[in-house]
């Protein structure tokens, strides 16, 4: 399940939910955007949704039995030390030292990385040569998934060169464990 609210996703009426997903050990999918001006409604409102980085190390802290996924432009906009770029969702060049995702991934074992998405492809393939790194490091926590219909991730992927059991986890084997065949049967 993706939660894409417009609330803080520390609202004590989500942790009650997320307490509740860590016992029923479903995995939550949190949609993290940031406003961004757009110029448009649609496809892509000027909304915000979750609160932000802060709000996630908040739901980390206050939920460590919880396996929280985090995904869009407003999580991955921070693998890099540059922060949130106030005009672009999907900003591009070199990654940069002291991305808060790679620091809360370092420190909050409950905290995952949906690869999906044009954001979760910027992500990596901005900088290949950290993305292979970033990949290696955190290869038991990170999973692919489909947010778009196209096959990008598929092509990027392979181009970092990471051994076979490394992108299988990637694929498939973090999803599976996370959420095994036998429950969904």
């Not at 979760?120 to 489909?146: H, I, K, T, W, Y």
């Amino acid at each position: 399940m993706e939660l894409k609210l417009r609330m803080m996703y520390d609202n004590p009426d989500a942790l009650r939910m997320f307490r509740y997903c860590a016992e029923a050990r479903l995995p939550v999918v949190l949609h993290l955007d940031y406003e961004y001006d757009t110029g448009q409604t649609y496809p892509r409102p000027s909304w915000w949704y979750g609160g932000g980085i802060e709000a996630l190390e908040r739901v980390l802290q206050a939920c460590p039995q919880t396996i929280f996924l985090g995904h869009a432009p407003g999580f991955w906009t921070h693998i890099s030390g540059t922060g949130v770029d106030p005009v672009n969702a999907y900003p591009k060049g070199p990654v940069t030292p002291g991305g808060q995702v790679v620091r809360l991934l370092r420190a909050h074992p409950n905290l995952y990385g949906d690869l999906s998405a044009e954001s979760g492809l910027n992500a990596l393939s901005r900088d290949p040569g950290f993305a292979r790194e970033f990949v290696m490091e955190f290869q038991d926590r990170l999973l692919f998934a489909r947010d778009d219909y196209d096959n990008a991730h598929l092509e990027f992927l392979p181009t970092l060169d990471l051994p076979a059991p490394v992108l299988s986890k990637i694929l498939s084997g973090n999803a599976l464990k996370l959420v095994p065949l036998e429950r969904l049967q």
